[in-house]
C-alpha cells in the first residue's frame, strides 16, 4: 500500500500537479492539506475520473483537508471531536486494513498569539482524540502538514530559525506528546540522520539552494511502522511550473 502527503496551497491551482503524481506513482491514498476551496467548488469530478474516491472538508482561501483513495472508505469523519471541530483541519477515513487520519495542524502566527496557543491546544486535543478513537495496537497513520520540524536536522538553518513558531520548544513538546501516544516517524525509521525536506518557502532561491524545512510528515503505530518498506519525498513537483511550496511525501507498506 503506498501512501502519501501533500500541502497543496490551493488544490484548484495545483490540480494538474497532482493528477500527473498520481497517474505517474499510482498511490493507494493520498492525503492533501490547504485545498483553499469551498466544497461546493472542490475539484471531485477531476480525480474521480482518474479512478480515485473523493473525501474533503474545505472553506473559502484557507485551509481545507481531503483524502484521495482507490478504494472506498468504510467511514469519513471531518475535525476533531470537541469543539471547536475544525473541520477543514481534520479528515477521518477508515478502510478494512488501516485507518487514515490527514491533519492541517494551525501554523501559529507568532510565539506570543492567540494563534501559538491555539496550536499548542491543537494538539493536546488531537492526542485526546486519538486515545478516544484508537489504541495504539490499531492500524492507525497520521499524515499531514504538521507545522513542526522536530529536529536540527530538519531545517536548514536551526540556529536562526531557533524560536521559529514551527521550531521552538513548546511545539516539539506538544508534537512529541501526541508521538507518545504510539506514532513513529516513518521518515526517520528509514533515514535516522539524512537531511531531507518537505517545503521551501517562494523566496528566490529557497529551492535551488535547498533552504528548506520537514513540515510534513507520516506517522504510524507501531503494527504499521513493522510493515513499513520505504519513505521518500518526490522532488520533481517542486520543480514544476507555479508549484506548491510544498512537495510529496510518500510511504509504503506491506499490507
Known amino acids: 500500500m503506498l501512501t502519501a502527503t501533500f500541502n497543496a496551497n ?12 498520481l497517474e505517474e506513482k499510482s498511490p ?22 482518474i479512478g480515485y474516491n473523493v473525501y474533503f472538508s474545505g472553506q473559502k482561501s484557507y485551509n481545507g483537508v481531503a483524502v484521495l483513495s ?18 477543514s483541519r481534520l479528515v477521518y477515513a477508515q478502510y478494512p486494513e488501516i485507518n487514515i487520519v490527514n491533519t492541517y495542524i494551525p501554523q501559529g502566527n507568532s510565539p506570543d498569539s492567540d494563534k501559538f496557543q491555539y496550536k499548542l491546544d491543537w494538539y493536546k486535543r488531537l492526542k485526546a482524540f486519538f486515545s478516544r478513537k484508537f489504541s495504539p495496537e490499531d492500524n492507525v497513520l497520521w499524515l499531514g502538514d504538521m507545522n513542526v520540524a522536530p529536529e536540527n536536522i530538519d531545517v536548514h538553518n536551526p540556529e536562526g530559525l531557533l524560536g521559529h513558531v514551527c521550531f521552538r520548544q513548546e511545539t516539539w513538546d506538544a508534537f512529541k506528546d501526541v ?50 518498506i520505504k519513505c521518500f519525498v518526490d522532488l520533481e513537483p517542486r520543480k514544476k511550473h507555479k508549484p506548491s511550496d510544498h512537495t510529496f511525501l510518500a510511504a509504503e507498506f506491506d499490507i
Open 10 to 21: 490551493s488544490i484548484r491551482t495545483r490540480k494538474e500537479i497532482i493528477k500527473d503524481w
Open 28 to 49: 493507494d491514498i493520498l492525503c492533501i492539506q490547504e485545498t483553499k476551496v469551498q466544497d461546493k467548488d472542490f475539484p471531485s469530478s477531476f480525480f474521480e475520473d
Open 70 to 87: 482507490r478504494e472506498e472508505a468504510l467511514k469519513v469523519e471531518y475535525g476533531l471531536d470537541t469543539e471547536p471541530e475544525d473541520k
Open 179 to 228: 508521538m507518545n501516544w504510539g506514532f513513529t516517524d516513518i521518515l526517520r525509521k528509514h533515514y535516522p540522520e539524512d537531511v531531507i525536506y518537505t517545503f521551501w518557502d517562494y523566496r528566490a532561491g529557497s529551492f535551488p539552494n535547498n533552504k528548506g524545512w520537514r513540515i510534513d510528515h507520516i506517522l504510524a503505530t507501531a503494527p504499521l511502522s513493522e510493515r513499513s
